[in-house]
Structure formats: structure tokens, C-alpha cells
């Protein structure tokens, strides 16, 4: 929101320089005119020459904050879902390159082809959708962010409980939640439409994710191994 702000002020000024700039030239030519002619200056004229470009800019600027301020809920809905989808896009997306490098088990490796699949047919036409409403695919959150980089650190093992448990069977469930809740709120048939077509996918990748061990499991799993053994030993060594 800043950066906007900070563009359309820049552009205003801009816009405020060029105007200014046309006004002092079509001075300087109706003076000289009016000398060659033997006329006096007309000092009023300028400036009623350059009312209605300084109207029409005013209007078109006031048109746009309007436009940018005032949306209807349902359409600002379908922006806040569209900024969200694109960034879980990229997210796993960028997620699912780095299992095909450094991850181990065969099971990451299938669900990280999986996304990649899924979002190759897909998200062409969420970058349409975004572009439809004028907007950029947007940046990637602070902690989608360090996940990639911690994910980026690791190989193995210890990057598939790690992908496990950034991308598992909780993340898609949250997924699917956020497309059905999408449907519910947002009105345009379009963006609908292609919601209702992502939906099977997504729940296909749920479960998929729920035969990964996330790195939590994992961890409890190797915690409770020592003392399985020595109760076992306990019991052994009793008989």
C-alpha cells in the first residue's frame, strides 16, 4: 500500500511539472504573437488556457482514488483471495524445485511433482485473473520467505521432514479451507469458476501430503525410540 501511495504521488508531480511546463510555453508563443501583432499582453489568458487540463487531471485523479478506495466488499474479497493464492502459488511452487534437488525419500519426491503439475496447469490462468483486475503477482510473505531459505539450507533426510512439515497434510487443509471459504464470499463467476476447477486437485494433494511424517512426528518418533528400548530391555531382562 505504501508503494502505491508513493507511485501516484510521484506520478502526480510529474503530471504537475508537465502541465506547468505547457502553460509557461504557450505563454511564451501568445506573448510573442501578440507583440509581432502589436497587441498588449494578455496576462489572464494563460491561465484560463490551462483550467481545463488542470480539470481534467483533477477529475481523473479524484476518479482513481475512488476506484482504488471504495470497492465493494465483494470485490475487494476476490483481490485479498487472489493476493493470497498467488502467494501460496509461488510459495509451493518454489518449494516443490527445491524437493526435486535435495530431497530423499521417493514419497516427497512424488508429492513435489505433484504440486509442480498442478500448479504448471493452473496458474496461467490465476496470472490472467490478477491481470484482469490490474494487478502484479504479488511478493512472497517474511515467513514463506525464511521457510524457502530454511528448506534451501538442507538435503536429505532432514529436508524431507522439513518439507514434511511445511508443506503437509495441515497447509493443504488450510488450502482447501481458504478456496471454499473463497467461494462462498466472492461474486465474480469467473474467479468462481476456476476455483470450483481447483478444488479436486487440492484435495488429491491433502492426500497425498497425509503419508508424509512431518519433522514434529519425526522428532517424537526418535524421542520415544530410547525408552521403548529400555522397557523392552526392562522386560527381557525380567524373564
Known amino acids: 500500500m505504501v508503494s502505491r501511495r508513493w507511485m501516484w504521488g510521484l506520478a502526480v508531480a510529474a503530471a504537475g511539472l508537465w ?6 510555453a504557450e505563454n511564451e508563443v501568445e506573448l510573442r504573437q501578440d507583440a509581432a501583432a502589436g497587441k498588449p499582453p494578455a496576462a ?7 483550467e481545463p487540463r488542470r480539470a481534467v487531471f483533477a477529475g481523473y485523479a479524484a476518479e482513481s482514488a475512488r476506484t482504488a478506495t471504495r470497492l465493494p466488499p465483494e470485490e475487494r474479497a476476490a483481490r485479498d483471495f487472489l493476493r ?16 526435486s534437488q535435495r530431497a530423499q525419500g521417493d514419497r516427497v519426491k ?13 496458474d496461467a490462468e490465476l496470472l490472467h485473473l490478477l491481470h484482469a483486475r490490474g494487478m502484479a503477482p504479488p511478493m512472497l510473505e517474511n515467513t514463506q520467505r525464511k521457510a524457502l531459505n530454511r528448506l ?13 512439515d511445511v508443506l503437509g497434510r495441515e497447509r493443504q487443509r488450510g488450502d482447501i479451507e481458504q478456496y471454499e471459504k473463497a467461494v462462498a464470499d466472492i461474486a465474480d463467476p469467473a474467479l468462481r469458476a476456476w476455483i470450483d476447477r481447483q478444488l479436486p486437485g487440492l484435495r488429491q494433494q491433502q492426500a ?8 514434529a512426528a519425526h522428532r517424537e518418533d526418535l524421542r520415544r525410540r530410547p525408552v521403548a528400548a529400555a522397557a523392552h530391555a526392562r522386560h527381557t531382562h525380567a524373564r
Open 19 to 24: 502541465i506547468a511546463r505547457t502553460a509557461r
Open 44 to 50: 489572464a489568458r494563460p491561465a484560463a488556457a490551462s
Open 84 to 99: 493470497a493464492a498467488s502467494q501460496q502459488a509461488r510459495f509451493e511452487t518454489d518449494a516443490a524445485k527445491l524437493a
Open 110 to 122: 512424488a508429492f513435489a511433482a505433484e504440486l509442480l503439475d498442478f500448479h504448471t496447469a493452473s
Open 152 to 164: 534451501g539450507r538442507l538435503q536429505g533426510t532432514r529436508f524431507d521432514r522439513e518439507f514434511s
Open 208 to 215: 497425498t501430503a497425509a503419508q508424509l511424517v512431518p519433522a
